[in-house]
């Protein structure tokens, strides 16, 4: 294990460094010579055209996969296996529920792998069921609450188990748009309630513009970081006003940009050669 004293762009101890990342599945290379680093307490999202990577990095990120190249340190400590202290909540909340445990039964699951003792477990489970707003449901089963209900049961099985790092793969890409709205802002008030670091990718760019305080951008084949935006909104966003200042359109059309321009590059790339 390789530990570092860097500092963050803050001034701290980061939370999360990748340092000269780079991955491929065998001879096809996906990622390269990716760095970035995010602070304690830190939102951001990572965006990118299908195909760029974005959950392959994730997959690196929570210690599921090993990069090919490069390093990636959480709290300092090299990433080899899932840590202890990092969180990850998928897109297909109905596959990563268990549908024969009720929802206080899937928070307290991973619990109990994790060596604590029922009561405690169970009391993790109801505070974090209230903390997402699913007091009521804690005796429902998976397949009797809405789409929406069971990513907030997702959620508040990442929280009850106290990480200091969250990891959201595409998390609110299979619900309706008022209930994205809805979960979004309480990924924003947990944040901010618990201070800890959320690293979200989505496709949407207004989503990625709304949540975060950076957005990492990647482009290119292999993807390389095509620009990191500082979203300078202020922490308190509303799903109204946030979106109705002329700086959000401003970041939205940056990002658009930069991601409509690898899309662009690579059907230039594919196309056929004249004769
Ligand atoms: N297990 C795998 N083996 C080989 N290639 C893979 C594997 N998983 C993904 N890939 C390829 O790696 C590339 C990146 O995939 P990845 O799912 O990380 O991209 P993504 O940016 O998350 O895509 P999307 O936005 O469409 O979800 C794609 O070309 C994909 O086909």
């Known amino acids: ?9 803050r001034g701290g101890q980061p939370i999360l460094e990748i340092d000269g990342f780079s991955f ?21 999202c990572i965006v990118g055209p299908s195909g760029a990577g974005k959950t392959t990095l994730l997959q690196c990120l929570a210690g599921l996969r090993r990069p090919t190249a490069g390093q990636i340190r959480f709290k300092g400590a090299e990433i080899t296996s899932p840590p202890a202290g990092l969180a990850v909540v998928f897109q297909d909340y ?25 009561r405690e ?49 595409e998390p609110f890409a299979s619900v309706d ?9 309480l990924t924003l008030r947990i944040k901010e309630h618990r201070g800890i670091t959320v690293i979200l990718v989505t496709h949407d760019i207004d989503e990625a513009v709304y949540l975060s305080d950076r957005v990492l951008a990647l482009s290119g084949r292999p993807a390389k970081v ?6 300078d909104l ?36 594919l196309l056929p050669e004249a004769h």
Do not use: C
């Open 234 to 269: 202020g922490s308190q966003r509303d799903q109204i006003t946030t979106k109705e200042r002329h700086e959000f359109a401003g970041l939205r059309s940056r990002l658009y940009r930069l991601i409509r321009r690898t899309e662009q590059q690579e059907t230039v790339t």
């Open 226 to 231: 095509a620009d990191i935006v500082e979203i």
């Open 177 to 185: 748009a008022q209930t994205r709205a809805d979960l979004e802002d």
């Open 1 to 9: 294990m390789t530990t570092t004293t860097n500092t963050d762009a």
């Open 121 to 169: 477990r169970e009391a993790k489970a109801v505070a974090a069921l209230e903390e997402v707003g699913l007091a009521a449901a804690a005796d429902l089963y998976p397949w009797e609450l809405s789409g929406g209900m069971q990513q907030r049961v997702a959620i508040a099985r990442a929280l009850a188990y106290e990480p200091a790092l969250v990891i959201m793969d």
């Open 24 to 44: 491929a599945y065998g001879e096809t290379q996906i990622l390269q010579d990716i760095n970035f680093t995010a602070a304690s307490g830190e939102f951001v």
């Open 94 to 118: 109905s596959r990563s529920l268990m549908p024969w445990l009720s929802a206080k039964e899937n928070i307290a699951l991973p619990l109990k792998s994790a060596g604590i003792g029922k």
